[in-house]
């Protein structure tokens, strides 16, 4: 989508390995978020941003890191991947405030973790 | 806690007949309502909300939603399917302490030719 990208697209990890996902955003809001996609879970909050270096956990935050320093940019990090994070993790920015309120998910990265 | 039930895994529907994908909720106060669409390998494309005024929402493709308040519903209609509906929506509702958007586990609709 226009104004959200994400990177890599596609990344296969081995166990064990640190993992990074970027998400960048050309919006300026304030709000951003990561989910991960599971067949049955529907999205899972991992961990969201409100701001520069504001962070906070989601409902399935554990095994995972986020880091805000820009506007921006916001990254999440598998500290130490396992096979259960074999996911699709989706990124995401919210238009609070704005009379165009909503909520606008990046392409998403399928990682397989082996 | 927010939550939302989407209580068909699947929905099957011939071209050309209305659809109905069901979506309930659970908030404290108003709630903000959203419908999305996922086609395979894709991301998930806005389809509709509801945040206040005229309780049926007109989105995307043809599709709206009705939001009743006394059922907690906010079923997601079309009144002539495509083949091209075929695709997984998720029905989501905000939480509004922390923006963050609650989904729920998803509906495949599939339309046959």
């Known amino acids: 989508d226009a104004g959200i990208t994400q990177s890599p697209r596609h990344k296969v990890t081995e166990t064990g390995t640190p993992v990074t996902l970027r998400c960048h955003q050309t919006?300026?809001?304030?709000?951003m978020y990561w989910y991960r996609q599971d067949p049955g879970h529907g999205l899972r909050l991992i961990h969201y941003?409100?701001?520069?270096?504001?962070?906070d956990k989601g409902e399935v935050s554990d095994g995972y890191s986020v880091s805000r320093s820009k506007t921006e940019d916001f990254l999440l990090t598998l500290e130490s991947a396992t096979s259960s994070q074999t996911s699709v993790y989706f990124c995401?920015?919210?238009?609070?405030?704005?009379?165009?309120?909503?909520?606008?998910f990046g392409s998403g990265t399928r990682l397989t973790v082996v | 806690a927010q939550s939302v039930a989407q209580p068909e895994d699947q929905v099957n529907v011939a071209e050309g007949n209305p659809l109905t994908v069901k979506c309930t909720y659970s908030v404290s106060g108003n709630p903000y309502l959203f419908w999305y669409v996922q086609y395979p390998n894709r991301g998930l494309q806005f389809l509709l909300k509801y945040i206040t005024g005229d309780n049926l929402v007109k989105g995307s493709y043809g599709f709206e939603a009705e939001f009743n308040k006394s059922q907690t519903s906010f079923h997601l209609k079309k009144p002539s399917a495509l083949v091209s509906d075929s695709a997984l929506y998720f029905c989501a509702v905000r939480d509004k302490d922390t923006d963050k958007l609650i989904f729920g586990t998803g509906t495949r609709l599939q339309v046959f030719p």
């Open positions: 995401a920015i919210s238009a609070t405030g704005s009379p165009n309120y909503g909520y606008t």
């Open positions: 941003s409100y701001g520069v270096k504001d962070t």
């Open positions: 919006e300026n809001h304030r709000y």
